[in-house]
């Protein structure tokens, strides 16, 4: 019964609120202008009339199987649809030799095939003949970052396109014409309609979801702020740890930090534990930013930011995960230097090359009496006890030039660091 509900383009009444607004054109659909407007790429295939494979890449709710649903309807192709989660090779092999039939026709077939990221790499490489022979245009729907997920013969096959997360003129929209179905407008005052489109955190089948359940409540005052909160349960966000959306927001993090912006900095911080990241690998996070990024402009960087892993060590979530935000802002407002990283990339360089060049003899260990016959640390001058406390000696291999790996940039601690290597340098010369 449902098939036939489908088939005439009419919902039963039973039907969830997103299904009954599903979008009935291209034009109806919200929030993808940038694929559907005019001069989209998709609304120029359309347009052209002949549509090529792509794979649809956006989070939950933005409407990537309704896309593929109205392209199908837009383009007189017909529709098969498949999961990647129910579908194995059986069910591949039926939908390729449906499409064959089809084409013999006269009849060209959009195979849907949602969650695609899921089918194994043998899988994947199996819709490649069926696509090259245009047996079937396929229409990939991923929340996966398809660089990672999709073999690379298939995606030189396929045009990506990528959905974006509804913004709220958007999801608003989407209420509006809710409300229109429903012939009444939901019982929220304006601060609670607004409380209720971030908590959709973009996703418009959520949305909607949200809103079928205002719309059954009692008739009575609307709801504000905390009354809605208590109504609605909040969905934990949309984080997975070991997916992309993980790098992204330890990119978004680590990049804050670099870039001084302690607001930015908790924010992101904030996010992934609110997504459920682990707060010690943050804490190592925390620790690489205090070496590579801050450097000896703020040595007391890396103290703070190993006495905030101990701290949250020593008292656990909630309360340690106060300790990280504390280096996190320390680390934002720190001045910042990369010299001992870039200095320490150059000297490995240096080490590779020349590897095999021992350290002049009178620098060398001399425990032994021959080993002091053969001139092992013969001349060499203890520093303290030179002037100046420099000695202004030569500490690098014997055939090896001096080189300068360290070179500070002369922000905060480093300001005067480099005043005594500029000083050595002038007393290494005379000497």
């Known amino acids: 019964m449902s098939d036939l509900f489908e088939a005439s383009g009419v919902h039963p009444p039973d039907a969830p609120l997103a299904e009954r607004l599903r979008p009935r054109g291209l034009e109806e659909v919200v929030g993808q202008d940038h694929l559907l407007g005019p001069g989209g790429p998709i609304r120029r295939m359309v347009e052209a009339g002949r549509l090529g494979s792509m794979i649809l890449w956006g989070p939950p709710g933005t409407g990537k199987t309704t896309i593929a649903r109205l392209l199908a309807q837009a383009a007189g192709y017909q529709f098969q649809s498949l999961s990647a989660v129910f579908s194995g090779v059986a069910d591949l092999r039926k939908a390729f030799e449906t499409a064959r039939g089809r084409r ?17 790499r043998a899988q994947q490489d199996g819709f490649l003949p069926f696509v090259e022979e245009g047996i079937v245009t396929l229409v990939g729907a991923t929340t996966e970052n398809p660089s990672f997920e999709l073999n690379g013969a298939l995606l030189s096959r396929s045009q990506v396109y990528v959905l974006k997360r509804l913004d709220d003129p958007a999801l608003d929209q989407l209420l509006t014409r809710a409300e229109a179905a429903e012939a009444r407008a939901l019982p929220l005052t304006p601060e609670a309609r607004q409380a209720l489109l971030a908590l959709a955190d973009g ?43 993980h790098y992204n927001l330890i990119s978004a993090l680590h990049k804050s930090v670099r870039g001084s912006d302690p607001d930015a900095a908790l924010y992101w911080l904030a996010r992934m534990l609110n997504g459920g990241e682990d707060p010690l690998y943050l804490a190592r996070r925390i620790v690489r930013m205090a070496v590579e990024d801050v450097g000896q402009a703020d040595p007391l960087s890396l103290l703070v930011a190993n006495a905030a892993k101990d701290t949250y060590d020593f008292l656990g979530s909630p309360e340690g995960e106060l300790a990280l935000a504390q280096a996190v802002v320390h680390l934002a407002t720190a001045p910042k230097s990369v010299a001992v990283y870039k200095a320490y990339g150059a000297a490995k360089k240096a080490a590779h090359e020349t590897g095999s060049l021992m350290p002049p003899a009178n620098i060398r260990n001399a425990p032994t009496k021959l080993l002091k016959e053969l001139g092992y640390g013969k001349g060499y001058q203890y520093d303290p006890d030179a002037e ?13 030039d001096r080189r300068t790996f360290y070179d500070p940039p002369g922000e905060g601690h480093e300001a005067k660091v480099r005043e005594r290597l500029e000083r050595w340098a002038e007393l290494r010369a005379k000497r």
């Open 104 to 120: 013999a026709a006269g009849q060209s077939t959009l195979l849907f095939v949602d969650e695609i990221h899921r089918f194994n």
């Open 203 to 245: 996703d418009g089948r959520y949305l909607l979801t949200m809103a079928e359940v205002l719309f059954a409540l009692p008739d009575a005052e609307p709801l504000d702020v905390q009354a809605l909160a208590g109504t609605l349960q909040r969905r934990a966000p949309a984080y997975d740890k070991s997916r992309e959306e």
């Open 388 to 400: 100046d406390g420099f000695s202004g000696a030569n500490y690098f291999p014997e055939g090896m």
